[in-house]
């Protein structure tokens, strides 16, 4: 009788079926015979373990925390992204999508027990630290993070603005951990950021997705706009790289302001709820002007969206490397008690039925994460350098200006998306 009376109160909207000895029914599949029940033994073997714990354990347990923890590794075993939200985790939550919180500057994840960096966001202090994707966290202030949950490693990482916090990473490439000082900050982000390459050719820098991010885009294609001058925008670079994603919605935003027609992406999944499409309204910004698209192995989620939708529908070149195959939608479920849970509950598929998930977007045209050098650039001998040259007839070039050298030493897939840009432009030209 204690057995089933903890049962109950662990349970307690199924109190009364178990009491009486059945169990409400899940929805069944549409080829079974008959409805699945839940697992009552599983369910006593758990109200055993809680009991155990409560009666012998070293220690004095706060039965709520139980709970809590249970519920937790519940979402953990589905995948790397569903998870148990408490009050202060969903209102952090809603805070990072508006735009502005305190932290780091890092869209992480978990991968075998620690926490993986899927990308720092542009201009905080995560970014001026060099910490890169792929980067794995061992260790926060000196202490393992095996163990925690990604909320828990997320929570320890917060903390007053002007703090330091030591993170242990395991970097590729590195043959022993190297630990990292960064002082925490109030993140501030500026999901756009926009300006001229060059006379003629745009430079769109979206650094996460939010809800305001689609306006944004459209502003700022309006000033690139304005700035190119009465021959308007010949091209542009959009640079989704580092990009961890966001809100859906922003994404299909950002997509469909460059699409006139067509779908831009699918969701599906095992409730019918989970089914939807969006489609792209009759508009372009840019006017169909060339457009180069440029990601890396941090661009994830709504990055891959965007990426995914301009490449299947021939609108943009996109360039890089390939994508974090971050492909799962999930679900802000909000809980009686003020909780939430963040639920997977549907996949992303590109216009032609691609799936994203532990795929990514493979680039058009690959581009290694290289740096370039002065030297590399510029020490290439031409024959106008050779002594005693003759000159040719035509009248002396101008000489060149620019900071095309400087372009590649800073961000040498930049520059070569540019020079792709251009021979986009003159192939359209002809």
Same mark, same amino acid.
């Given at each position: ?47 055993? /373990? ?19 923890? &249970? ?5 953990? *075993? ?28 890092? !869209? /992480?994840?978990? !991968? ?40 828990? &490693? ?13 993170? *242990? ?19 501030? /982000? ?32 309006? *000033? ?21 994603? *966001? ?93 939430? /849970?963040?639920?997977?509950? &549907? ?51 101008? !000489? ?31």
């Amino acid at each position: 009788m204690a057995e089933r009376a903890a049962l109950c109160r662990l349970t307690r909207g199924l109190c009364l079926a178990l009491m009486l000895g059945l169990a409400p029914s899940v929805p069944a599949q549409t080829d079974s015979a008959s409805d699945e029940t839940l697992p009552l033994e599983r369910l006593r073997t758990f109200t055993e /373990v809680y009991e155990r714990i409560q009666r012998d354990y070293v220690e004095d347990v706060d039965p709520e925390t139980l709970i809590d923890n &249970a519920i937790q590794g519940m979402l953990q *075993g589905l995948d790397p992204h569903s998870t148990y939200l408490d009050r202060s985790d969903y209102q952090q939550l809603q805070e990072g999508t508006r735009g502005e919180f305190g932290g780091l500057g890092i !869209e /992480v994840g978990m !991968e075998d027990g620690f926490v993986e960096v899927i990308a720092p966001i542009d201009g905080t202090p995560a970014d001026a630290a060099g910490i890169r994707p792929g980067d794995l966290i061992i260790r926060i202030d000196g202490q393992s993070v095996k163990g925690l949950d990604l909320q828990e &490693a997320v929570e320890r990482m917060r903390g007053e603005p002007g703090t330091e916090i030591v993170l *242990g990473i395991l970097r590729d490439g590195a043959e022993a951990p190297i630990e990292v000082t960064i002082e925490r900050a109030i993140i501030r /982000v500026e999901s756009v950021r926009a300006r001229l390459l060059e006379p003629g050719f745009g430079y769109l820098r979206i650094s996460q997705f939010q809800s305001r991010t689609g306006d944004d885009v459209l502003d700022a294609v309006e *000033g690139l706009v304005a700035d190119a001058g009465p021959d308007g925008l010949s091209g542009l670079v959009l640079d989704l790289r580092n990009n961890p994603g *966001g809100v859906l919605d922003a994404a299909v935003e950002v997509a469909d302001a460059f699409l006139a027609s067509g779908v831009i992406v699918t969701t599906d999944g095992r409730a019918e709820r989970a089914a939807s499409r969006f489609v792209a309204t009759p508009n372009d910004a840019l006017g169909g002007v060339p457009l180069v698209v440029l990601v890396n192995a941090g661009s994830a989620s709504a990055a891959e969206i965007v990426a995914g939708a301009l490449q299947d529908h021939r609108r943009g070149v996109v360039m890089g490397e390939p994508t974090f195959g971050k492909g799962s939608v999930q679900t802000i479920l909000p809980l009686r008690d003020g909780n939430a /849970v963040k639920l997977t509950t &549907a996949r992303y598929f590109t216009p032609e039925g691609r799936s994203i998930q532990a795929e990514g977007i493979t680039p058009d045209v690959r581009i290694a994460n290289l740096e370039v050098t002065a030297g590399a650039v510029s020490d290439r001998l031409r024959e106008s350098d050779l002594p005693r040259h003759l000159r040719g007839d035509a009248a002396p070039a101008a !000489e060149q200006t620019g900071d095309r050298p400087a372009l590649a030493e800073r961000d040498y897939a930049l520059a070569e998306a540019l020079n792709l840009l251009k021979g986009l432009t003159i192939l359209g030209a002809d």
